[in-house]
């Protein structure tokens, strides 16, 4: 079957169709996947029997997987899958704008969500382009914020250990330990993509603590409508997930955010994260 790429919308997003994620990968399709992620940011593979395993390996043809210092995962041989279950008793922390691990000197190139379980409605994701977001903004404003570098903070989105944190072990422990092996990184404003060249906005509200070259006042404004800029419709879509929907995102030009409007009912997602380069 022919691989066939529909978009979402104009700035990001696209369904592709006729692959299937359990089977070994021929290198056509591989290529095709590679294309489809860079030009439309975020792909979605729907009715796909993943197994974690099979999750895990398709992620590997993209390269090195990365361990995620606090959430659980489906260790200790699948370290690398990492569980996002939530509930009434367990509610998700995504539901704020992110790029995924942008606290680390090399944060990921993308990042592979598979989905396992939903609840009765609910539970969309939305996507920002932060290329859209770049290429929208006037050119003297563009100007500015290519001086620019902001820090990123693990201790900005994970300020304390989390209750549910404890299927792996001592969660105080684990996040003492995660603290001081993330101190803050800095990062440039506006990153350019290592393959397509294409410049977009890297501050995120999950991660971003503040733009190092400005005065705090300065910095919190720009800062703010920075967010606010990213988050505009024009630039996002938004996925209605179904069990076996797969989505695959350029976590290097694009942030997300998870809507928590679905508890006390249950959502069960497996992520697999795959390391990326030094932003620059
Ligand atoms: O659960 C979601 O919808 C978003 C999850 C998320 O932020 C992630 O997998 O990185
Ligand atoms: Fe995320």
Redesign the pocket.
């Given at each position: 079957m022919a691989v066939k790429i529909s978009p979402l919308t104009p700035a990001i997003g696209a369904i592709i169709e006729g692959i299937s994620l359990s089977d070994p990968l021929p290198d056509a399709q591989l290529k095709a996947i590679r294309e489809a992620l860079l030009e439309h940011q975020v792909i979605f593979f729907t009715s796909q029997a993943i197994t974690p395993r099979q999750q895990h390996a398709f992620a590997k043809r993209f390269g090195d997987l990365h361990i995620h210092p606090i959430y659980a995962n489906l260790g200790p041989e699948l370290e690398e899958v990492?569980v996002?279950d939530?509930d009434g008793d367990h509610p998700?922390d995504?539901d704020i704008w992110?790029t995924?691990v942008s606290f680390i000197k090399t944060p990921p190139l993308g990042?592979i969500?598979a989905t396992k379980e939903l609840p009765p409605s609910g539970?969309?994701?939305l996507w920002s382009s932060g290329i859209a977001a770049f290429e929208a903004l006037s050119k003297p404003m563009q100007a500015f914020l290519l001086e620019l570098k902001a820090e990123h903070n693990f201790l900005k989105s994970f300020s304390k250990p989390r209750y549910h944190y404890e299927v792996k072990s001592d969660p105080k422990a684990m996040w003492e330990e995660a603290v001081r092996k993330n101190p803050p990184v800095v990062h440039p404003v506006v990153r350019t993509h290592p393959e397509t060249q294409r410049k977009a906005l890297f501050v995120n509200k999950g991660h971003t603590t503040r733009i190092v070259n400005l005065s705090k006042a300065e910095s919190d404004a720009v800062l703010e409508f920075l967010f606010a800029h990213a988050a505009r419709p024009e630039f996002t879509m938004r996925w209605r997930?179904q069990v076996g929907d797969v989505g695959f995102w350029d976590n290097r030009v694009t942030q997300?955010?998870?809507?928590a409007d679905y508890l006390p009912h249950r959502?069960l997602?497996h992520?697999v994260?795959i390391l990326g380069d030094k932003p620059y």
């Open positions: 990492m996002l939530s998700p995504n992110h995924d990042t969500l539970g969309d994701t997930w997300h955010y998870g809507v959502r997602m992520r994260t």
